[in-house]
């Protein structure tokens, strides 16, 4: 089995059950690579944004977060199952961090927003609104 986030080379033991759900992470990289889900929230003016992201750390790393793309699917299952408790619900990567300036302006007007991100957003939070890092 070839890993698809380091592309290290691992045996694995043929199985009835491994013929037909391949893994496709290393040891190492599930250990590596735990999901938590884990939340930021902060107040608008007519509601809140809240942020759920899996890993706890800033990425830099494009390529990276393709190999773990298929972690989205437990962020997802959440934004599925409470769809009629937030106005919009939009997913981030990296690069959409850059115009936060530009789109959190948009959201003042809206109630309750949901995020979902892989990792964690770039911002800090000033006495009362995020500011981008």
């Given at each position: ?55 706890g750390?800033?990425n ?51 109630g ?17 609104f995020?500011?981008?890092?």
């Amino acid at each position: 089995m070839k890993c698809r986030v380091c592309d290290q080379h691992e045996l694995v033991s043929l199985t009835f059950y491994s013929l037909f759900y391949k893994e496709i992470y290393c040891s190492s990289c599930k250990k590596k690579y735990v999901p938590m889900i884990e939340e930021i929230a902060f107040p608008i003016e007519l509601g809140s944004v809240r942020i759920n992201f899996l890993f706890g750390w800033k990425n830099h790393d494009d390529i990276l977060e393709s190999r773990l793309f298929l972690f989205w699917e437990k962020l997802l299952q959440i934004a599925i199952s409470q769809q009629h408790s937030f106005d919009i619900i939009m997913w981030s990567d990296e690069e959409i961090w850059t115009v936060y300036p530009i789109w959190s302006r948009l959201f003042e007007s809206i109630g309750t927003i949901y995020i979902f991100s892989l990792f964690l957003p770039p911002i800090e939070f000033d006495a009362q609104f995020p500011s981008i890092i």
